[in-house]
T-cell receptor, first 109, second 114 residues
């Protein structure tokens, strides 16, 4: 039970922003939202995580709704190399990661 | 430190044989995790260590599977009497104890049982 819900797939045009949604309506107050991505034949790669506030790093931005029931990962300028499976995971600070099937992002030229 | 290293990258074995995989985590990370991933699925948790102590094992980890981390550094995952259903990518990850910074995964070992 991955405890988050993501669409199966989406695509976006190269150079445009990719907005990947995630639903975690039963998230607990002490659970974080983590995003990882997995490019074919590689291990998952950490992208970003957050608790309540929006977060930004060199890879992406994470927007968490005020009620924390959903979040959006934003890749501001998608490139072909961003084509991957993206996993949204909720977990306690000291707990293991439980992956679902993720969302397959296809970036088209 | 170049990240989490897993060896071998690929392993083909005959059904019934034993196999062992190795994972070298990031040196300052004291947590180490093993996951298994089959085609089209997300990684499934198998077990994790904090230093040399194995703190949790999944029900997926049958008695044919054993993992060790003898000195709190590298870890090995052994599968005895392999079955075709064991064919998968075996992923290792490491993190700091609090886990807040995220896991760093290796590239995995792809096992094919024929």
């Amino acid at each position: 039970d991955a405890k988050t819900t993501q669409p199966t797939s989406m695509d976006c045009a190269e150079g445009r922003a990719a907005n990947l949604p995630c639903n975690h309506s039963t998230i607990s107050g002490n659970e974080y939202v983590y995003w990882y991505r997995q490019i074919h034949s590689q291990g998952p790669q950490y992208i970003i995580h957050g608790l309540k506030n929006n977060e930004t790093n060199e890879m992406a931005s994470l927007i968490i709704t005020e009620d924390r029931k959903s979040s959006t990962l934003i890749l501001p300028h998608a490139t072909l190399r961003d084509t991957a499976v993206y996993y949204c995971i909720r977990t306690g600070a000291n707990s293991k990661l439980t992956f679902g099937k993720g969302i397959t992002l296809s970036v088209r030229p | 430190d170049t990240g989490v290293s897993q060896n071998p990258r690929h392993k083909i074995t005959k059904r019934g044989q034993n196999v062992t995989f190795r994972c070298d985590p990031i040196s300052e990370h004291n947590r180490l995790y093993w996951y298994r991933q089959t085609l089209g699925q997300g990684p499934e948790f198998l077990t994790y260590f904090q230093n040399e102590a194995q703190l949790e094992k999944s029900r997926l980890l049958s008695d044919r599977f054993s993992a060790e981390r003898p000195k709190g550094s590298f870890s090995t995952l052994e599968i005895q009497r392999t079955e075709q259903g064991d064919s998968a990518m075996y992923l290792c990850a490491s993190s700091l104890a609090a886990g807040r910074g995220g896991y760093t995964f290796g590239s995995g070992t792809r096992l094919t049982v024929v």
